[in-house]
C-alpha cells in the first residue's frame, strides 16, 4: 500500500535554530502534499499545501518565512522551521493522497510525524 | 463557528457496547466526509468516508451522513478496549480547494 516516510520522527533543538523535516512518498509520486501542525489535546491544523516545482500555498496565520517548505521533486517534501521558538513546538505532520490505498484512489495518507521539541 | 466540530469527550463506552461519536460541519457545500482514528503519540489513520446520504458499513464501523442537517457520525459496534482512541471527523470541500479540514476530536475509551 501507499507509504508517505517522515523523518525525523523527533527532535529536540535550541531556541534559534532552524530544524528541517522530511516527508517522501515511498511508492507513488505525490505532486501535492499538506502539512499539519497538532497541539496536545487540540486537532490537526493545516499549515500548508506543498506543490512541487512550484511555491507553496500557506495558510492564513502561518508565517511562510519562518516555516520554509520546498518540494523539489514528485517524491520529497520538506518544512523547515526556521529560529525556532518554545512555542514552536509541536508534533507535525505530513500528507499525500496515495493513488491506491485499502479506501480506494486519492485518500489522504498521513506520515508518522515529527515530534518538535524546542528548548 | 468553527467549520468541523465535534464533543471532545472522554466518551466512554463498555466494551461490546456500540460507541457513537458525532460531527457536525458549518460548510453546506462540503462534499466529502472522512473519519480518522489517531492513537496518542501517532499520526491519524484513515477508518473510512463518506460522500452520500446514508449510511456506510465497514466491518464494525458504520458512517452515517446527513447533509440537510450537515451531520456526520461514526458508529462502532462492538466496542473493544483497542478502539480506545482519539476519533477525528475531516471535511472536504473541493471547490475551497478540496483541503480537508479537521474536527478537534472525540476521545474514546472502551472499558473492558
Known amino acids: 500500500g501507499a507509504v508517505v516516510s517522515q523523518h525525523p520522527s523527533w527532535v529536540i533543538c535550541k531556541s534559534g535554530t532552524s530544524v528541517k523535516i522530511e516527508c517522501r512518498s515511498l511508492d507513488f509520486q505525490a505532486t501535492t502534499m499538506f502539512w499539519y501542525r497538532q497541539f496536545p489535546k487540540q486537532s490537526l491544523m493545516l499549515m500548508a499545501t506543498s506543490n512541487e516545482g512550484s511555491k507553496a500555498t500557506y495558510e492564513q496565520g502561518v508565517e511562510k518565512d519562518k516555516f520554509l517548505i520546498n518540494h523539489a521533486s514528485l517524491t520529497l517534501s520538506t518544512l523547515t522551521v526556521t529560529s525556532a521558538h518554545p512555542e514552536d513546538s509541536s508534533f507535525y505532520i505530513c500528507s499525500a493522497r496515495a493513488p491506491v490505498s485499502r479506501h480506494g484512489a486519492n485518500v489522504l495518507t498521513f506520515g508518522a510525524g515529527s515530534r518538535l521539541t524546542v528548548l | 463557528q468553527k467549520e468541523v466540530e465535534q464533543n471532545s469527550g472522554p466518551l466512554s463506552v463498555p466494551e461490546g457496547a456500540i460507541a457513537s461519536l458525532n460531527c457536525t460541519y458549518s460548510?453546506?457545500?462540503?462534499?466529502?466526509f472522512f473519519w480518522y482514528r489517531q492513537y496518542s503519540g501517532k499520526s491519524p489513520e484513515l477508518i473510512m468516508f463518506i460522500y452520500s446520504n446514508g449510511d456506510k458499513e465497514d466491518g464494525r464501523f458504520t458512517a452515517q451522513l446527513n447533509k440537510a442537517s450537515q451531520y456526520v457520525s461514526l458508529l462502532i459496534r462492538d466496542s473493544q478496549p483497542s478502539d480506545s482512541a482519539t476519533y477525528l471527523c475531516?471535511?472536504?470541500?473541493?471547490?475551497?480547494?478540496?483541503?480537508?479540514?479537521f474536527g478537534q476530536g472525540t476521545e474514546l475509551s472502551v472499558k473492558p
Open positions: 460548510d453546506r457545500g462540503s462534499q466529502s
Open positions: 475531516a471535511v472536504r470541500n473541493y471547490n475551497q480547494g478540496g483541503k480537508l479540514i
